[in-house]
């Protein structure tokens, strides 16, 4: 080679190396957090295993080896040392009900109560606690968990507060229990019709029992005193608060009203939404919808909220046996559920909806609540022409199989939760009898049609933590570990398709695929990080292992006191 040649080689080779000490400088001075020493599942393809995250902003700048990433750190970038914690991608919950978990942090709690007694006795201790005449509040009941197992009439309540309303919601909110009082206060008679969606339960001389399903719940709980503004956000907070401690980055709403949307828009203003909330709004219930629909849609709120989605509901639930089939209840003769919004009004809502740019979710539990949810979005998909509109059906409780290969061809997303299959187990198969039954929270059979699958747990009807379902999904099993085989074990995911089901399933439904669900340059830095690594404990580990933190946009959401060592602190 002659000498010129060579030596503009070396020329080259010396421009070039002198420009890569310029990019990684540059790169030194803005990566502003550093974590190393971890144990990182991205559930990026492209590297699936990491030790060390490089963060600059609310973004993830580099994943790799400790000294690789550490490399980026400047005289103000913060380390953490993460002590072989186990990062996963931000959990998400797909359906929740933040406000409900914060009047379930404030209200009395009568989950797990295994007798009417049981709970009688507790509302008499609470109501000797409250000023006379003040509503009592409870949540949580289950008659499935009592002798019996029969609804509950308003004597055993009008009893022990005999000067005061009283209103126990049932764990799954599609049944309230009166006493006598708070009858009284919403003027329910025996001539009270019963509303569309609901059900005032009547014993046989025509007189209302106390007991409320769906929609008829609003006769009583509208007539409670109305929560301010202040309120409502201090009940979210609340929830949002107990959310990051359970190691979620986000949140999918399911569903605001046009107060509670407001009160989220003012969070996000005041930087008090500690994690992501993907809002839907509550397009049932008595509020009229056609107007919530004139909005705009918001997308990442100020790097918080998004609002782009209509929550709708076909039918009630098989807790309260409102969920819709095609034949009676197995265990109720003559039932087979009921309407909450009528099929024709939920198509034109569904139509309409896609026609302002939003996303529909719709919520359909029984196998004719699912297949008409299905014929409405067929038939609106096929009237609006719009592209790319990631519709999604919550629940998917008992499905036809059938059915399954109409929900891919039609491009929906599965939101699902994998701990009602084991919340529920010991008396939803009697529900629906053994042939039904196999369809019943088939989680399986949604990822093998290939249907996309977001995992949820319509907290607070199931624990909000995610921990708790994903031990669900994976074992068949409640946390007492029973049944001993797994509910359906042919129904139950790998760990890896669990994980995915809490991460990137919850990121193709929200839209957000490209900046969540992985741990990859580019992508938000929401991390959850936890105490051990989930995939070398046995599964019935899974719920008690400990969050260590919660980051949401590279910013500390949770932190546990004395997880770890840091330098400099900030
Ligand atoms: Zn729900």
Request: glycine share 10%; proline share 6%.
């Amino acid at each position: 080679m002659p000498s010129a040649a060579r030596v503009a080689i070396v020329l080259v080779l010396a421009a070039a190396t002198a420009l890569a000490e310029v990019s990684r400088q540059g790169s030194r001075e803005s990566a502003d957090l550093v974590l190393t020493n971890g144990r990182v599942m991205t559930l990026d393809p492209a590297r699936p295993e990491a030790t060390a995250i490089g963060v600059r902003g609310d973004r993830i700048v580099a994943v790799g080896g400790d000294r690789e990433v550490d490399a980026l750190a400047g005289p103000t970038t913060q380390r953490v040392d993460l002590a072989g914690r186990f990062v996963l991608p931000g959990l998400v919950d797909s359906h929740v009900h933040l406000r409900s978990l914060g009047e379930q942090l404030v209200s009395l709690d009568l989950r797990g109560l295994t007798s009417v007694e049981a709970i009688a006795r507790r509302v008499a201790d609470t109501a000797a606690s409250l000023p006379p005449g003040e509503w009592l509040n409870g949540i949580g009941w289950d008659q499935n968990l009592w002798p019996g197992k029969q609804y509950p009439d308003q004597r055993p309540l009008t009893a022990v507060a005999p000067e005061r309303p009283v209103w126990l919601q049932r764990i799954d909110w599609y049944a309230g229990w009166a006493n006598r009082q708070a009858m009284q206060a919403a003027g329910i008679t025996r001539d009270t019709p019963d509303p569309q969606g609901g059900r005032i339960v009547r014993d046989a001389s025509g007189e209302p029992t106390g007991l409320f399903l769906g929609e008829a719940m609003g006769l009583v709980a509208r007539v409670q005193p109305a929560l301010g503004r202040a309120r409502i956000k201090a009940l979210l907070g609340r929830a949002l608060k107990r959310c990051a401690e359970v190691g979620l980055t986000g949140v999918h709403d399911a569903a605001a009203t046009a107060e509670e949307a407001v009160a989220f828009r003012e969070l996000a203003e005041a930087g008090e939404l500690p994690i992501r909330v993907y809002l839907m709004w509550k397009g049932y219930g008595g509020e009229p919808v056609d107007p919530l629909l004139e909005q705009p849609t918001l997308v990442d709120y100020k790097d918080r909220l998004t609002h782009r989605t209509l929550k709708l509901i076909i039918d009630g639930t098989m807790g309260s046996r409102g969920a819709l089939f095609f034949e009676d209840y197995a265990d109720d003769p003559g039932n087979r559920g009921f309407f909450v919004t009528a099929a024709a009004e939920l198509r034109r809502l569904t139509e309409l909806a896609l026609r302002r740019g939003y996303q529909v979710a719709t919520h359909a539990i029984g196998d004719r609540g699912i297949s008409l949810t299905l014929d409405a979005f067929e038939q609106a998909l096929a009237a609006v022409p719009a592209g790319d509109t990631r519709p999604r059906i919550e629940h998917l409780q008992c499905v036809r199989r059938e059915d399954l290969s109409r929900v891919k061809r039609l491009g929906l997303i599965a939101s699902m939760q994998p701990s009602h299959a084991t919340s529920e187990w010991a008396w939803s198969e009697a529900r629906v009898g053994r042939e039904r039954g196999r369809g019943l929270y088939a989680l399986r059979w949604v990822l093998d049609a290939g249907i996309p699958l977001a995992a949820g747990s319509d907290l607070p009807v199931d624990s909000e933590n995610p921990l708790v379902g994903i031990h669900s999904a994976v074992t068949g099993q409640d946390l007492d570990g029973r049944p001993e085989a797994g509910w359906h074990p042919e129904q139950r995911l790998s760990l890896a398709e669990a994980l995915r089901a809490y991460t990137a399933g919850p990121a193709f439904a929200a839209f957000e695929q490209d900046r969540k669900g992985r741990i990859a340059p580019g992508f938000w830095a929401d991390l959850t990080v936890l105490s051990r690594d989930l995939r070398t404990l046995p599964p019935a580990e899974i719920p008690r292992i400990q969050v260590s933190a919660t980051l949401v946009g590279g910013r500390f959401a949770y932190e546990d006191g004395a997880a770890f060592t840091r330098s400099p602190r900030r």
